[in-house]
């Protein structure tokens, strides 16, 4: 579930295109390059916001190879992943290894509820950085994680705009995988936004993302 951070490209392909990789093949082949895709410092974002968030439980969603949920680990949360791609999750323990910290960090593909459960009333904080998805899929998860926010609960989520579509510099190859602030209103309805913005800002995060994009940030919380 740091596409995460990542960005993720899950749901149905036509199997009947050949050499056509699967999202967890294409991501498994990406994060299984030496070196971090993303980097391993967490996103910029999401540092900048820690002092606002309450400590506790935190979930990672789409996290790729492990940079927000080892640094969440690394200011006192109790940290958990999930990542489509057991290349990912393994880079994740080397680095939390490495940092001296602990991330309990799982193979789950968040297209399916089945496969990975959130639960219900479960998580201080969740994060999605660049978790992008088809709509479908998409929507089905923000409900998950509005329930699956405990009563206080915060979510921090930064994703690119369409807008970001043609600029090169990290993201989705199609429009309907980014997000938007009125549609992020809609799947996440039940949580109050504390802040809520859509901007151009340089985003600097290993080779992966590069340049200005087209961003939307928000942190929510689930009433108490």
């Known amino acids: 579930m740091q596409r995460r951070p990542t960005e993720y490209a899950l749901g149905t392909m036509d199997r009947s295109v050949t050499n056509v990789p699967t999202p967890r093949s294409m991501w498994e082949q990406r994060f299984s390059a030496e070196g971090y895709l993303y980097g391993t410092e967490p996103n910029e974002f999401l540092r900048d916001s820690v002092s606002m968030l309450p400590t506790g439980t935190a979930l990672c ?56 459960d959130i639960g219900h009333d479960r998580w201080d904080l969740m994060v999605s950085v660049f978790a992008h998805m088809p709509p479908r899929v998409r929507r089905q998860l923000h409900g998950r994680v509005v329930a699956g926010l405990k009563p206080g609960g915060v979510l921090v989520l930064e994703a690119y705009t369409p807008d970001q579509i043609g600029r090169g510099t990290g993201g989705p190859p199609s429009a309907e995988m980014t997000m938007t602030l009125d549609a992020l209103r809609e799947e996440l309805a039940g949580l ?33």
């Not at 996290?63 to 999750?89: I, K, Y």
Request: aromatic share 4%; hydrophobic share 50%; glycine share 12%.
């Open 61 to 116: 969603l789409a996290e790729g190879e492990g940079r927000n949920a080892v640094f969440l680990a690394g200011a006192g949360f109790d940290v958990h992943s999930v990542d489509l791609t057991e290349a990912g999750v393994a880079k994740t323990l080397r680095l939390a290894a490495r940092r001296g910290v602990e991330v309990r960090a799982v193979v789950g593909d968040l297209a399916d509820p089945a496969a990975f």
């Open 192 to 224: 109050d936004f504390l802040h809520a913005e859509e901007l151009e800002r340089d985003v600097v995060e290993g080779v992966g993302h590069t340049g200005v994009g087209a961003v939307v940030q928000l942190i929510a919380r689930k009433p108490a």
